[in-house]
């Protein structure tokens, strides 16, 4: 599975983005797929997840009610709708495909990076 992350940029606090995860391999419907961030000088942190069948998904407190993930098997894409942005919120953006439910993922795309100006 090859994982290829899109849709950062710059945007003011309060703003939004659409992150997009685009995947090719056959298998790839089969994994549930994740999205991480990493602003500059912190550890990665978990943002949000979504099973392989879509219909269950999981937030950062951080994040829960600002952050929608979605997935499109036909297009074997994953979304990551971002709303009212906070500045915080700044990282580099990644997502990755495997298991949500023992938290492993195998397979990572490059990251998308997200500035949020104050």
Do not use: H
Not at 17 to 36: D, E, P
Not at 86 to 115: F, L
Request: hydrophobic share 35%; with cysteine; aromatic share 14%.
């Amino acid at each position: 599975v090859q994982l290829q992350a899109s849709g950062g940029g710059l945007v003011q606090a309060g703003g939004f983005l659409r992150l997009s995860c685009a995947a090719s391999g056959r298998t790839f419907s089969n994994y549930a797929v994740g999205w991480f961030r990493q602003a500059p000088g912190k550890e990665r942190e978990f943002v949000a997840a979504i099973s392989w069948s879509g219909i269950y998904a999981s937030y950062a407190d951080s994040v829960k009610g600002r952050f929608t993930i979605s997935r499109d098997s036909a297009k074997s894409t994953v979304y990551l709708q971002m709303d009212t942005l906070k500045p915080e919120d700044t990282a580099v953006y990644y997502c990755a495909a495997g298991r949500m439910e023992v938290d492993t993922y195998y397979y990572w795309g490059q990251g998308t990076q997200v500035t949020v100006s104050s």
